[in-house]
């Protein structure tokens, strides 16, 4: 499962080894700048739709990259029956390649609620 690292001016994830296989990476850092949205989702295996580059175990896991076609692109850790958390990227500013990133994560709603935190406290 991803590590998740609220910093001063950014989220860090860091990915375990199967999921650095799937994701093509091990870590992540977002500006808080870029984030526009921090959700807890119940369901994070349903945010992930399209076509893929990653794993998909039907009904149990999903990991890498999802919405290489249509988007919106979405990097991807999600398991079945762990809460998530959604967070919708600019793009534009975070300088990567994913409009969103969806993370199985036993304290989603924490992590959720302190990124909203963090995102408010600088508008």
Do not use: C, Q, Y
């Not at 994830?13 to 808080?32: N, Q, S």
């Not at 580059?53 to 029956?81: D, E």
């Amino acid at each position: 499962m991803a590590e998740v690292t609220i910093a001063e001016n950014s989220v860090d994830i860091e990915f375990d080894a199967w999921e650095r296989i799937w994701t093509r990476r091990g870590r992540v850092t977002v500006p808080l700048a870029a984030v526009t949205r921090a959700a807890r989702v119940e369901a994070p295996l349903r945010a992930a739709r399209g076509s893929r580059r990653g794993l998909a175990v039907s009904g149990f896991a999903k990991i890498g990259v999802w919405g290489l076609l249509r988007g919106p692109r979405l990097l991807v850790s999600a398991r079945r029956g762990r809460p998530g958390l959604h967070l919708t990227v600019n793009r534009a500013i975070s300088g990567d390649e994913f409009d969103g990133i969806v993370l199985s994560h036993p304290d989603a709603a924490r992590l959720a609620d302190r990124v909203r935190a963090a995102i408010g406290a600088r508008t």
